[in-house]
């Protein structure tokens, strides 16, 4: 196994525990998720680098680091940071509440899952009813409809039957007709 393979398995088994953890109800948990996925983006980083090589400010000859990843990888350490200290704070002020850094479920969550419930059951009647091959979906249906007519002047009155129009020039005759 090549170096390049070792670190892509790691950083592979990294996401999965990372995005486990985060799973949890328990905020510690999804704190150490974050983290775990915070140091396999940053072996993501490190894998898309390439080869090592000098700086790239250092000479001209030779294979030089690409300096991009690099500066990726130190803005996701200062993301990983930031972002973990903001948890801790979360995670600080749920214990000195509850004594307890789980979330729990409250009134609102309860009714959200139940109008999605019934948004669900919804959309299968609605699903059986177009497998049924019901082709009355419209509101429409046997109603006489009237063709589109253009008004003057004299159905309403802030309309001007002479207003001029917009044409382009040389293509139309003077009344807007057939063009030339």
């Known amino acids: 196994m090549t170096v390049s393979t070792t670190l892509i398995v790691i950083m592979a088994a990294l ?77 600080y002020r749920s214990w000195q509440l509850g004594r307890a850094d789980t979330v729990e479920d409250d009134e609102e969550d309860r009714s959200l899952r139940e109008r999605a419930i019934e948004t669900e059951d919804v959309l299968e009647d609605e699903e059986e009813d177009a497998e049924t091959g019901d082709e009355s979906v419209t509101d429409f249906v046997g109603v006489a409809a009237s063709p589109i007519t253009l008004l003057h002047a004299a159905d309403a009155p802030g309309l001007r039957d002479d207003a001029p129009v917009d044409m382009p020039t040389g293509e139309y005759d003077d009344e807007g007709g057939d063009s030339r």
């Open 15 to 91: 996401y999965a525990a990372g995005v486990y953890a985060m799973l949890e109800r328990s905020l510690t948990r999804v704190l150490i998720g974050f983290l775990l996925l915070g140091n396999a983006t940053n072996l993501l980083l490190l894998t898309v680098m390439g080869y090592p090589g000098v700086s790239p400010f250092y000479g001209d000859d030779g294979r030089q680091s690409d300096p991009l990843p690099q500066a990726l990888m130190l803005t996701a350490i200062v993301i990983t940071f930031a972002v973990s200290a903001f948890l801790l704070a979360l995670i």
